[in-house]
């Protein structure tokens, strides 16, 4: 509302408020990232001058992020699970969606909460909960199909995998449900008239249509597999992902290597979430269309 | 004709199946099947037989008992503190600004959003540690003639809770605004009320289910929280999900955690539950 009713005063005290506001948001992050260009161990100002070397350093003892293979390692890692589970929960998502909005069948309201339920488990009880099942779960397949067949699910890779996949395809099926419900379903009967059978019809128009959701999933899915740490943190075997080796290094003191990798996962995660938003933007386009 | 619809069927039978088997498969085997094993393993001992005594230790220790009770007040203080800070935020993003004012402040929202909660308490510890920003600052403007420590307190534990969390309260609340008509407001105001009576009256109620959402996630992300709670609080951050870790990595004593880790679903789901109820919204619409 631009035409705002009210004293100045007013007006000017919560302007302030929302300076502040953004201050106190955007402080902390701004600072961090600087003293990752400072050359000063201390983690800290006075400013000793501008350095990469908390990128790309050698050194041992002091090794740039780059400069560290258990940092690369980690960071890989990560790269690994959060794609896998990018793309099954991004396809779970994408069938979970058309099961709900398309189908009527006994019990769905049920399940439909079922659905939603991930949600609302803290992250913690999700991964003990995963760790508890998988360590029976695995016994047994050594038990039934020889020594070593349950193996990937120990805590692991897979594991970890499996335990974001929990809640982050709960996240990725909203997202495209919620585009599907304002489908035009006319459009598809359209297609079929004109002699595209069902599944034809479903890719070239339903799919189309939903191509930003899906995309916007997959986006959030991503980030939230990156960034997750309750969840994991209880799955990890020996290679730990990013957060976890992040949180391991935060317990016993800090480097400014870790501002430097947190500059990048600034840039990286900014630039994605800004993705999303535009992803979602398009979509209001679509719709005024 | 008959033969058509009967094939169409068998087609769309197939396809059910094919949409049902994978949505069953994800929540019986990594949600339903491990929350019932983790209830068995709540009432074993570590032979395998049945046994309360998990959960009888839990209401014996008055240790464990506190922690519990203090997670849930803390994240409760948590949630309306974000709704407090939160609000004010959402209605000047949808209500006040101007389109390109409203524009720089959502970028300048979504970014932080985004960012690892982990980066987000690091930034804290180097703002708040003994040898931090604030302390190094304090002495520079010579209002501190040494360190100061400002970690390892409830008030760093709280900062950063709310720091981590205030945009899934901002962010809901911002999307139902966004639908409340300006000219409810400005009827509002012709009517001769106050901006407090068009907070209370109008957008507020109107903004109920936006903040149903905003406070389930806060409370959820709080009650949950491990990064936050550890890092800024220190060893005797006294934190429940930090019981689970004990019991479960360092004592390796699953049965212990594991009556835990129901105890603290059991806290949430009621809690969840409460606010629905309170303020009349159901799960499925709160979750959209």
Request: net charge positive; charged share 10%; with cysteine.
């Amino acid at each position: 509302m631009k035409k705002f009713q009210g004293a100045s005063f007013f007006k000017g005290v919560y302007y302030t408020y929302v300076f502040l506001f953004l201050m106190y948001l955007l402080t902390p992050l701004l600072i961090t990232a600087i003293l990752a260009f400072n050359d000063n161990s201390a983690v800290s100002f006075p400013w000793k001058g501008f350095t990469f070397r908390w990128f790309f350093s050698n050194t041992p003892g002091s090794e740039g992020v780059f400069g560290e293979k258990r940092m690369m390692d980690a960071i890989g890692m990560s790269l690994k699970v959060a794609s896998m589970v990018t793309v099954l929960a991004t396809l779970l998502g994408i069938s979970n969606a058309f099961l709900f909005e398309r189908r009527d069948f006994f019990g769905k309201q049920f399940l439909y909460l079922l659905m939603l339920l991930p949600l609302i488990i803290p992250g913690v009880v999700l991964g003990i909960s995963i760790l508890s099942f998988s360590h029976r779960l695995s016994s047994f397949f050594n038990v039934v199909f020889g020594r070593k067949a349950g193996s990937f699910l120990n805590p692991g890779y897979w594991l970890v995998v499996f335990g974001q996949m929990s809640f982050i395809t709960t996240l990725a099926t909203l997202v495209i449900t919620a585009r599907l419900r304002r489908f035009d379903r006319t459009l598809e009967e359209a297609a079929m008239d004109l002699g595209a059978n069902n599944m034809t019809a479903v890719i070239l128009i339903t799919l189309r249509f939903l191509a930003p959701a899906i995309f916007n999933a997959a986006v959030v899915a991503f980030l939230f597999s990156f960034n997750n740490f309750n969840t994991t943190y209880f799955l990890i075997g020996t290679e730990p992902t990013l957060p976890v080796l992040l949180y391991s290094r935060l317990r016993f003191g800090i480097t400014p290597q870790i501002n430097a990798v947190s500059v990048m996962l600034m840039f990286v995660t900014g630039l994605l979430g800004l993705l999303s938003v535009f992803s979602s933007g398009e979509k209001k386009q679509i719709r005024q269309k | 004709m008959r033969k058509l619809s009967y094939k169409t069927n068998k087609i769309n039978n197939t396809n059910f199946l094919t949409l049902l088997i994978p949505f069953s498969l994800w929540i019986f085997l990594l949600i339903v099947l491990p929350h019932i094993e983790l209830i068995k393993y709540s009432f074993s001992k570590k032979t395998g037989e049945f046994t309360l005594g998990n959960y009888l230790h839990f209401f014996k220790n008055t240790l464990y008992l506190n922690t519990y009770i203090r997670s849930a007040i803390f994240s409760l203080i948590v949630t309306c503190i974000t709704f407090l800070l939160g609000f004010p935020l959402a209605f000047f993003v949808t209500k006040m600004a101007t389109p390109k004012l409203r524009n720089i402040v959502m970028l300048l929202i979504i970014l932080p959003f985004w960012i690892s909660e982990l980066i987000q308490v690091f930034a804290w510890v180097v703002m708040m540690r003994e040898t931090g920003i604030i302390s190094y600052f304090f002495q520079k403007i010579g209002l501190s003639s040494h360190n100061i420590e400002l970690l390892y307190n409830d008030i760093a534990i709280g900062v950063g809770l709310v720091y981590t969390s205030i945009l899934f309260m901002v962010i809901p609340i911002i999307s139902t605004l966004s639908t409340l008509d300006d000219s409810l407001i400005e009827a509002a105001y012709d009517l001769g009320a106050s901006f407090w009576n068009v907070l209370t009256e109008v957008a507020i109620p109107y903004a109920a289910p936006g903040i149903a959402t905003g406070s389930i996630m806060v409370f959820m992300l709080t009650l949950g929280n491990f990064i936050s709670v550890t890092l800024l609080g220190g060893k005797n951050s006294l934190w429940f999900t930090e019981q689970i870790y004990n019991q479960f990595i360092l004592r390796f004593n699953w049965h212990q955690g594991s009556a835990f880790g129901i105890l603290l679903l059991i806290l949430s789901s009621l809690l969840v539950w409460g606010g629905l109820k309170i303020t009349k919204q159901g799960m499925a619409e709160v979750l959209k």
